[in-house]
């Protein structure tokens, strides 16, 4: 490695807490779907800051929305109106198909807005027992790093020692609708689920669940949590994951890319009647529907809305699919993904993803394996068929050169 990146990297570990293991890349640039190390090398971004890139590095859209916002004005908190917050969720609800909405800024806490409204409306309308209140989530599923959050996740590595866990929660097996049926109970308020499991590896719900799912809810006065922090703003090949089904969510959880790569922006977005349960006092937050927030939030719907981005992403995203298909079979288990959010699962023959994703780096393509055997590939939406080439051709040299080693 080039002995700048070794500085930096050497920095980093030293006083910073080492809760991520990063591939050592260190970036300083980046432009549409490319980015450079402070070395100087240039890579193609197939890991999108995990789908909160989906405009693109450094989109001219976004930041001139967002440079004319900071000659502006950028933080007023909510104890005042400002003059970008209406219409930047008028936009938001109008994009999203909801009718109101509460702004946030971590994907974390979009969550958590959700569970508390999904709690208060349980025991304000659906009645149920104070303290009661149940919410259902799936096995393997990933949605933020809260201490409530982590406290209902199956992986050792996210909830240990993070305890105690806070109650009302149960688990079920990602698309088992057998399952939810028999988790349902007169208290349980939510259902929440990744319409597509992102970090478990793009785990793709089996056909006919989330329509069944829903339907389930309905009969039971369930809501329906679509958590589409990941899967949302065109990267699934429609502007959101729930479009692929005949559904409509009660409440819809979104983040990364609504932030245009600039900066975090949430929201929790229902009905005007479930939304309502948010009165004055009950829930807050100080950047929550910032100035700043609220015209970069605009920008980054307005280019995946101008630059058809969602088509974009269906039709390459095939195109990708396609590609990753004609990978060598004997090392691969499966490729799956829907949109521009693919992935590969090496087999046992393929081990371990980090090798391959070592060996992309070093030819100029970053993307990052979720757990040991898989590596997700969810370049910028922006990005176009030729680069898909570029793409496919540094991934396939890649796979060969580590084969030759197996
Ligand atoms: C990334 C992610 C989150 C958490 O978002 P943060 O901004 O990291 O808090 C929640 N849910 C899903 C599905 C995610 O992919």
Redesign the pocket.
């Known amino acids: 490695m080039e002995s700048k990146s070794l500085e930096y990297i050497n920095k980093e570990k030293e006083v910073v807490s080492p809760n991520y293991t990063p591939i050592p890349a260190v970036l300083s640039k980046g432009e549409g779907i490319y980015v450079w190390d402070v070395d100087g090398k240039k890579y193609i971004d197939c890991l999108s800051a995990?789908?909160?890139v989906n405009q693109g590095h450094g989109h001219p859209t976004i930041k001139e929305a967002a440079i004319n916002q900071i000659n502006t004005l950028t933080l007023t908190s909510r104890a005042f109106f400002n003059d970008q917050l209406g219409s930047f969720i008028e936009r938001l609800c109008e994009y999203t198909g909801m009718e109101m909405a509460c702004p946030m800024?971590?994907?974390?806490?979009?969550?958590e807005t959700g569970i508390k409204v999904a709690r208060k409306w349980g025991y304000e309308q659906k009645k149920v027992e104070v303290n009661k209140a149940e919410i259902i989530v799936c096995h393997d599923?990933?949605?933020?790093?809260?201490t409530t959050?982590v406290g209902f996740s199956s992986d050792p590595d996210t909830y240990s020692n993070f305890g105690p866990y806070p109650a009302g929660f149960v688990q079920i097996p990602y698309g088992d609708l057998e399952a939810l049926k028999n988790a349902i109970t007169p208290n349980t308020v939510g259902f929440l689920i990744?319409l597509v499991?992102?970090?478990a590896g793009v785990i793709v719900p089996p056909e006919g669940f989330i329509e069944a799912a829903y339907k389930e809810c309905k009969e039971n006065n369930v809501l329906f949590i679509a958590?589409?922090?990941?899967?949302g703003f065109a990267r699934t090949g429609r502007d959101f994951c729930y479009q692929h089904f005949d559904i409509k969510p009660d409440l819809l959880?979104v983040?990364?890319a609504l932030g245009g790569g600039i900066m975090?922006i949430?929201a929790t977005l229902g009905s005007k009647e479930i939304m309502s349960v948010l009165t004055s006092g009950t829930h807050g937050s100080t950047f929550g529907g910032n100035p700043l927030a609220c015209a970069i939030g605009k920008a980054a719907i307005d280019v995946l809305v101008n630059e058809g981005l969602a088509n974009k992403s269906n039709e390459l995203g095939k195109y990708f699919k396609e590609k990753l298909m004609t990978l060598p079979q004997e090392i691969i288990k499966e490729v799956r993904g829907i949109g521009l959010l693919l992935a590969i699962e090496f087999n046992e023959k393929g081990g371990l993803a980090k090798k391959y994703v070592m060996a992309m780096k070093e030819k100029g393509l970053l993307a990052k394996q979720t757990h040991d055997t898989t590596i997700r590939f969810a370049p910028p939406l922006v990005i176009t068929k030729e680069q898909i080439d570029e793409s496919f051709i540094i991934i396939q040299s890649a796979v060969e050169e580590v084969m030759k080693t197996l």
């Open positions: 995990y789908s909160a800024n971590t994907g974390a806490e979009a969550v599923n990933f949605h933020g790093r809260t959050i990744e499991q992102g970090e958590d589409e922090v990941q899967t959880l983040g990364k975090p949430s």
